[in-house]
């Protein structure tokens, strides 16, 4: 068994859990947050025999595409002083950010 984690955009995620339903893949949903952009995301936390982990992937990769977004990139106190007024930058933000975990052991109560 293995578990995946999988940061996805929040425009994916309603889609991407329809597929995964749809494929009777077990998922849970965590509402997160990315640590650079601080705008919201979606993590699924999937449980998967070894065998369908592939699977679970090409679902993924189907169903999250990668955008551009705006951001102001976090600026020094000290470069602020010396003038700049803060100028937006364009990110290229993944499809989906995956980890692919081992599992110890898997029990349901
Ligand atoms: P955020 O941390 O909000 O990052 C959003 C996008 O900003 C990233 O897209 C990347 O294009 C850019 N970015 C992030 N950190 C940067 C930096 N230090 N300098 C320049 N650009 C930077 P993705 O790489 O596709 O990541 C999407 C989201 O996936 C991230 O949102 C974060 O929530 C998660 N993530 C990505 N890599 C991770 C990692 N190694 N560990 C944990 N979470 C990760």
Redesign the pocket.
Known sequence: MKLLIA?VQDKDAHLLGDEFAQANIRATRLS????????G?TTFLIGIEEERVDEALDIIKENCQ?RE?M?IPPVHIDSMLDSAIATPVS?????A?V?VLPVDSFLRF
């Not at 997160?32 to 705008?39: C, I, S, V, Y």
């Not at 990110?91 to 499809?95: A, Y």
């Open positions: 940061i997160t947050t990315g640590g650079f952009l601080r705008a995301n990668s977004q951001t990110v290229r933000v993944g499809g950010t980890f």
